[in-house]
């Protein structure tokens, strides 16, 4: 029993790393430039499919693809505000959340057009080998990901607190007028927050490679996970998304182990429509909205 | 003045053409598109009375889609009762569903109220593939055959359809039209433009949102029962589909939020244009239409946020002249 | 949330041009035999399969088989009551959704002139296809198992086994490899997964096979660990799962890094098609399943699985194999009806009996109507992976080869 449980949680948390990669980019853009981008879940879709074709063209391992996912969407999130997200500030909710729900529907279904439904996987030498100790299993594939996960979260984290820009970023995101005020331009903080998200977004792509299949909507499944990271994290904070991810893996994963193997994902939304209905700023409570 | 009287005799004559139509029209595929326009119409009329005027934005519509659906389904299967009826029960048990959900969804605002939306239709969908002992769960069921028999609302000509879906769209302009010349509405434009200042001048905030709701909630049920009874079949993934809350918001931005019109303005606009790219392109590529639909999307968000019918309205006003300031205002 | 959507596009307006080429074949192709007065008009037989989608992968290989058995029929002189018509395939993608599916049938059976349909392969679509063809009283032919197409229908036939014989072959295959055999079922949650395994636990008792484990799975889901961790706890030796394509991959992969000793008998859908061991590989040497239809059942199988091999570079998998034989059998109905009108090659269905040519391609090698649309001969085939390709192993009148041990 007991191992079944440790198994259950090792399971949970693994996968939870990579759904704190996608919440993250989510609380980033949430808490930097107050817009919630429906859209994340298809730049996962989109950080798999180069890895898949750099891996079946070229040879190249999706987690050593990373090197070129990364930057690619940087470039693409910076984009993505540059030409959308700037004309939807200061706008009402309406255009900011459709902008961004339609740039979802956008992505999503151009894919379906140019690369189509079908799944593609991608087998590497380590994709069906795991580690066993203590009567538990590790998947190698899964673990890689689940430490690449934390090194960049690390990174990140760095980042925000050690870098000027990081700085400002953070500062824009508790107070953007004092911010502006103190110099900090908005735009090209907002640009870069936008291009950092989406560069974890394309790592978790990345990383979900070998043992995930990538087919046009896989996206969503992810997304939706990162949603419920987020409010449960609190909007805008950065660890409490990670930390609600693990946990949400976990809880997951218990919940198929111990309710039903199909209520995994009633297990999560329940944890999101508690925390509404008892704590709505989240776990780590006290921010706005 | 005269412009009033000239929108009065467009308007009769629009009804006597949509009521004459199906004498004209025998096609059954083109009668099938009408019913669907109409159809998405009335969907995307009722999530326009809390999505367009009081800027609630819901993408969980299907919940009550579903639960209408699901409702008249039950009853006829299970203890033989009229679709009929069923559909007001279903309407009745989605307005009464709608009062929980608000009361939790209502907790967050903006585009976190629209997550939660998402996720409780979302949630419906799952308890209903997982209980199969109540209602079929995922294999769903298939609706009786009973060939023609109007009291259980089944026909075999399309027409019959086309006239009820003509008269549930009626109903929710009705309404509508109703609820915009009210206080009520007054409330709910004041409560989409802000909801502190609403509450701050005396606007019973959560009555108003949760009223309004429930009358959405109620209508869309209404959609479900005509949906299933339509296409002889539910399952939890037809009667909870995501597309459904999709369109519904759809239709109403690209048409106009907040008018009346707005939401038929924008089915006609997006089911138009899938038609026209259904002959022009095909059957065979996936993704062709929801493309469109999004880029179609965002260039009304992007360009013109108050959508076709803010684009007349600007357009009516700036042809008849009227101070630039005044003109703006009427945007 | 998933997003797919569609819209159904208007006819195509060959026909003028189709009656023209018909008339000077016909005449020209049998000179010889007694026309009846008239150009022999093209039959219209309609084929719905998902293309795109979901499902889509199954489908394509679907519509090549419908092309390639009409083209099988019409090189054969097409329906000799109708002086040689030809058939004519109208295909429509039905989109992996139900609702394209609902006006799809419906438009394909107004726009054209249709003697029959031929489709869907999913129960979930098959059973409305089956809905619009019921009272628009079109017969339609399908290969999907849900034993809900046989109640209360008189237009629906199936000629291959039901959901309720797929699952009684599986429990019979498990006792092949372990005297007590202890099953671990999994199934996805929508109409497929749920139709079959509720064959199995109801049948389970009386077949002598214990079932340790009963699970619905979310089908696409992200993560198969805590599901096989389960299957691990309950001590089963053998694992049934009952899975479109997607979430196999993923199961089978993870039983490999679980690194579970356990036989794994993956049933039907899409555990039987080239995909699988494109996507696991060597993992997939010696899995056992169960299907309606093999290409190495008769040497007809044979025939057109060369033909397929050599137009798809893949081999012939049960759904579109099945439907060669359903258009064969359509073909037969035509024949005896002498008429395109859909009721009468309904009629002429009801009085199918066959036992040779390529309309009999079926296990067991015969095909007769009975009640509710079923083949009173209709049973299933117990296959098993063997060098990448699918032998026929089970049960002993209809294996092609050794069932292969673990």
């Known amino acids: ?289 | 003045m005269r412009l009033k009287r000239l929108g009065g005799i467009a308007l009769a004559s629009v009804i006597a053409l949509m009521l004459l139509l199906p004498l004209a029209v025998t096609s059954s595929f083109a009668l099938d598109i009408l019913i669907r326009v109409l159809l998405f119409s009335f969907i995307g009329t009722a999530w326009n009375l809390l999505g367009g005027y009081a800027r609630q934005l819901s993408l969980g519509h299907a919940a009550f889609f579903g639960l209408g659906a699901y409702t008249s389904t039950l009853l006829q299967i299970d203890f033989g009762i009229s679709p009929w009826i069923g559909m007001v029960a279903g309407g009745v048990v989605a307005l009464a569903a709608s009062l929980p959900i608000g009361w939790l969804c209502f907790r967050l605002r903006g585009p976190y109220f629209t997550i939660a939306t998402i996720a409780t239709a979302q949630v419906l969908m799952l308890i209903f593939l997982k209980f199969r002992d109540f209602a079929w769960g995922a294999e769903g069921t298939t609706i009786p055959n009973l060939g023609h028999a109007p009291l259980m609302m089944q026909f075999d000509g399309k027409a019959y359809y086309y006239y009820i879906a003509l008269g549930l769209l009626a109903l929710a302009l009705a309404v509508t039209a109703r609820i915009e010349r009210s206080r009520v509405g007054y409330y709910l434009v004041a409560i989409g433009e802000d909801e502190d200042a609403a509450e701050a001048i005396g606007v019973n905030v959560p009555k108003v949102k949760r009223d309004i709701y429930m009358i959405s909630a109620f209508l869309t049920a209404l959609a479900g029962t005509f949906y299933t009874q339509y296409i002889y079949f539910i399952d939890p993934q037809t009667a909870f589909n995501f597309n459904v809350s999709i369109e519904a918001a759809l239709v109403s931005i690209v048409g106009g939020v907040g008018t009346l019109w707005g939401p038929v303005i924008g089915t006609v606009l997006l089911e138009t244009t899938s038609a026209l790219l259904q002959s022009w392109l095909g059957n065979s590529v996936g993704g062709v239409q929801l493309t469109v639909y999004s880029l179609i999307l965002m260039a009304v968000i992007l360009w013109r946020p108050t959508g076709i019918m803010g684009f007349l309205t600007e357009w009516r006003a700036r042809r008849a002249k009227a101070p630039p300031a005044l003109a703006k205002a009427q945007a | 949330m998933k997003k797919p959507e569609g819209r159904p596009a208007p006819s195509p307006r060959r026909r003028d041009l189709l009656k023209a080429a018909g008339g000077v074949l016909a005449t020209a192709a049998f000179g010889a035999v007694p026309l009846r007065g008239y150009a022999a008009d093209p039959v219209n037989i309609g084929a719905l399969y998902p293309v795109t989608g979901s499902m889509a992968q199954i489908g394509v290989g679907c519509v090549a088989a419908a092309k390639l058995a009409v083209e099988m029929v019409n090189e054969a002189g097409g329906i000799k009551s109708l002086g040689g018509a030809k058939l004519n395939l109208v295909l429509s993608d039905v989109q992996s959704d139900t609702t394209v599916t609902r006006t799809e049938t419906d438009r394909l059976i107004t726009s054209n002139k249709l003697s029959a349909i031929h489709g869907c392969f999913a129960s979930a679509l098959t059973l409305i296809a089956s809905e619009v063809c019921e009272r628009a009283k079109v017969p339609i032919i399908t290969g999907s198992s849900s034993d809900q197409l046989n109640k209360g229908r008189s237009f629906t036939f199936t000629p291959f086994a039901r959901a309720s014989q797929f699952a009684q072959a599986q429990l019979q295959m498990s006792k092949l490899i372990s005297e007590k055999p202890k099953v671990a079922v999994i199934f996805e949650n929508t109409a497929f997964g749920t139709a079959t395994s509720n064959g199995l636990k109801e049948q389970a008792p009386g077949e002598g096979v214990e079932i340790v484990m009963f699970e619905p799975y979310s089908a696409g889901f992200t993560d198969a660990s805590p599901l096989i961790n389960k299957v691990k706890a309950s001590g089963a030796n053998a694992l049934f799962s009952v899975s479109y394509l997607n979430d196999l991959i993923l199961i089978v992969r993870t039983v490999k890094q679980v690194g579970l000793n356990i036989a794994i008998n993956g049933g039907s859908g899409g555990f039987v098609i080239p995909d699988f061991y494109k996507n696991v590989g060597k993992l997939a040497e010696g899995l056992q399943g169960v299907a309606h239809w093999n290409h190495d059942m008769s040497d007809e199988a044979q025939k057109v699985n060369a033909e397929y091999k050599k137009r798809t570079g893949e081999f012939l998998f049960e759904y579109a194999g099945g439907l060669v034989a359903q258009t064969f059998m359509l073909a037969d109905a035509l024949e005896r009806a002498a008429s395109t009108d859909p009721v009468k090659v309904r009629d002429a269905l009801l009085k199918l009996d066959i036992a040779s040519g390529y309309a009999a391609m079926a296990p067991g090698g015969k095909v007769k109507f009975g009640e509710g649309g079923k083949n009173v001969y209709g049973r299933p085939i117990g296959v098993q992976w063997q060098n990448g390709d699918l032998a026929s192993v089970f049960p002993k009148e209809d294996a092609r080869a050794a069932l292969i041990k673990s």
């Open chain 1, 1 to 289: 029993m007991l191992e079944t449980i440790a198994q259950a949680v090792i399971n949970g948390l693994l996968i939870g790393g990579i759904y704190a990669l996608v919440s993250i980019g989510v609380t980033l853009i949430f808490g930097v430039v107050k817009i919630v981008n429906f859209a994340q879940g298809e730049f996962v879709m989109i950080g798999m499919y180069i890895s898949f074709f750099l891996a079946t063209q070229l040879g190249v391992d999706p987690i050593v693809s990373l090197l070129v996912t990364m930057p690619v969407l940087f470039c693409v999130g910076m984009l993505v505000q540059h030409f959308l997200i700037r004309r939807v500030l200061g706008l009402n909710d309406l255009p900011q959340i459709f902008l961004t729900f339609a740039l979802s529907l956008l992505v999503l279904n151009l894919a379906l057009m140019l690369l189509t439904a079908n799944y593609r996987t991608v087998h590497t030498w380590y994709s069906d080998e795991a580690l066993h100790f203590a009567g538990l299993y590790v998947p190698v594939a899964k673990l890689a990901a689940f430490v690449l996960a934390m090194v960049l979260s690390a990174l990140l984290w760095v980042f925000l607190h050690t870098t000027d820009l990081g700085k400002a970023m953070r500062a824009a995101s508790q107070n953007r007028d004092v911010a502006q005020l103190m110099g900090i331009n908005p735009n090209r903080v907002f640009a870069v927050a936008l291009g950092i998200a989406l560069a974890l977004a394309g790592a978790a792509g990345s990383l979900l490679m070998p043992f995930y299949p990538a087919y046009p909507m896989v996206g969503q499944v992810f997304v939706l996970m990162a949603f419920v990271a987020v409010v449960l994290g609190t909007l805008g904070n950065v660890v409490g998304a990670l930390v609600a991810s693990l946990l949400m893996g976990v809880a997951e994963s218990l919940g198929i182990q111990f309710v039903g193997a199909d209520s995994g994902l009633i297990v999560v939304f329940a944890m999101l429509l508690l925390t509404l209905a008892v704590r709505p700023s989240g776990l780590a409570g006290g921010r706005r909205r």
